[in-house]
């Protein structure tokens, strides 16, 4: 672990209330105003101000597992980018439903696994239904319309997931999840999402970069990540590329942490040629946070991939418009005709964040688990924040930075290159990175239920 320059004094056995911690969390960043990249830094909190949870558990992106799950159903190219894009609005339920939080800075070689039972009952996107129902054929809409949203007549239509249960009494698909801290300078974790009953998986890296205004902590991602890689084996590997946007955590002086995005976001399939571009429209100064997204699905040429805004895309290539509100509702319409001429009964919900909470996660039992998994490696620092022992837990927690770098000098010492467990390289230019053997063992077991790391480290 890098050491971090002096964060102020802070009695750390005073409970704080929450104005304090901000005014705390303000006075350590003012030292930071003009620092290229914090994630880079890799300052120290206090305790008190941290959030007792590991990194590589809290930052993944199966927030509604269903969702993942019905990715590639359709036959229809254009339904499958529906797919994804109703994958994508459900992915930062942690940030819709909670607030925005601290998790621990990870450690080299740390790693974390878990599974998700998701329920196999996401609606199907079909549009060529839609196309029958707004031309009058009712039978073949009658999947469509049967799926009308309980007492909001906005829209006439949701395919929208639903709630995933505690404990699912329906069909369930397992997904399998497995991340490692692959890189230190510069902080990066490798990622792989495993669904063989759907023939479906997802890959890439973690990796931020942030800056403090003044006002506000802008969090773009960094040169490594290059977004989430989804692979749909049963057709032909179609992937696709998401590449997220940059986001704001603003609100820091009025006591209230939010987070904003004012930036565009793209989804992009080769082998369907089909692209979106999602515009996350800036608030303004003044005035409620409308989070407002839009956004358009249109047939592009990968070989020359140069529209990068709404405007630059032809109404003649335009198959289908998204818009509304990423932390509550989007509906999607069909064709190039601006989705706010269509009347509310013609406009179908592709997510409603309303009703919906992050899914729960199944994890190794803590006998099975090893010294660097993420649980076990931050217990003791865990244990004493929910026990309010900052000044202990902040002590555990020196004492495991200061092993982590013990270590990297032992490795310089003997001219020694640290190498992942779990996957092939820390980094690469194409963002996706391969599993190692035993990264393939972990995932096969845990699709089995068994959490056993025996044979493998």
């Given amino acids: 672990m890098s050491s971090a320059p002096p964060t102020g004094h802070v009695d750390e056995d005073t409970p704080q209330n929450e104005g304090s911690k901000l005014k705390t969390f303000i006075s350590i960043l003012r030292k930071f105003i003009g620092v290229a990249d914090l994630a ?79 329920e196999d009952n996401a ?7 839609l196309v029958a129902s707004s031309s009058g054929n009712a039978s073949s809409a009658s999947s469509v319309k049967s799926a009308k949203v309980n007492g909001d007549p906005r829209t006439a239509s949701t395919v929208s997931v639903v709630q995933t249960a505690t404990n699912p009494t329906g069909p369930t698909v397992r997904i399998s999840y497995l991340t490692e801290q692959t890189s230190h300078h510069p902080p990066v974790s490798a990622f792989y999402v495993s669904c ?126 998204l818009g509304g509100v990423w932390k509550d509702r989007i509906v999607f319409t069909l064709g190039p005709k601006p989705l706010d001429s269509h009347p509310p009964d013609k406009q ?58 013990e270590k990297a000098r032992e490795r310089e010492r003997n001219n020694e290159t640290w190498k992942p467990m779990f996957f092939d390289q820390a980094t690469d230019k194409r963002g996706t990175p391969d599993l190692t053997e035993k990264g393939r063992q972990v995932l096969e077991r845990a699709q089995k239920g068994d959490w056993s790391l025996e044979g493998i480290i």
């Fill in 196 to 321: 063989p009953e759907k023939g479906l998986h997802a890959r890439g890296f973690d990796q931020i970069s942030a800056k403090f205004t003044g006002t506000a902590i802008k969090v773009a991602p960094g040169e490594h990540n290059l977004g989430i890689f989804i692979t749909l084996e049963r057709r032909d590997n179609e992937t696709y590329q998401l590449k997220h946007p940059a986001a704001h955590l603003g609100g820091i002086l009025r006591g209230s942490l939010s987070v904003s995005v004012g930036d565009y976001a793209y989804v992009t399939c080769p082998r369907t040629k089909l692209k979106a571009i999602l515009h996350y429209i800036e608030d303004g100064w003044l005035g409620r946070a409308q989070n407002k997204v839009e956004g358009v699905i249109f047939k592009y040429d990968p070989e020359k991939d140069d529209k990068t805004r709404i405007k630059d895309v032809p109404d003649s290539d335009v198959v289908a418009r």
């Fill in 348 to 405: 179908t919900t592709i997510i409603d964040l309303s009703p919906l909470t992050v899914a729960p996660k199944t994890l190794p039992p803590k006998e099975k688990q090893a010294e660097n998994e993420s649980l076990t490696l931050w217990d003791g620092v865990t244990q004493a924040i929910l026990s309010k022992q900052f000044s202990k837990a902040t002590n555990v927690k020196i004492e495991l930075e200061e092993k982590q770098r």
């Fill in 40 to 118: 880079a830094v890799r300052f120290s909190l206090p305790s008190q101000l941290l959030e007792p949870t590991p990194n590589l558990e809290y930052w993944n992106y199966l927030d509604n597992p269903s969702a993942f799950a019905a990715i590639g159903t359709s036959d229809e190219p254009l339904d499958r980018m529906l797919e994804v894009l109703r994958f994508w609005f459900t992915k930062d339920l942690k940030y819709v439903k909670g607030k925005p939080c601290k998790p621990y800075n990870s450690c080299l070689g740390e790693f974390f696994r878990c599974n998700w039972e998701a």
């Fill in 123 to 129: 609606p199907r996107i079909d549009t060529r239904s």
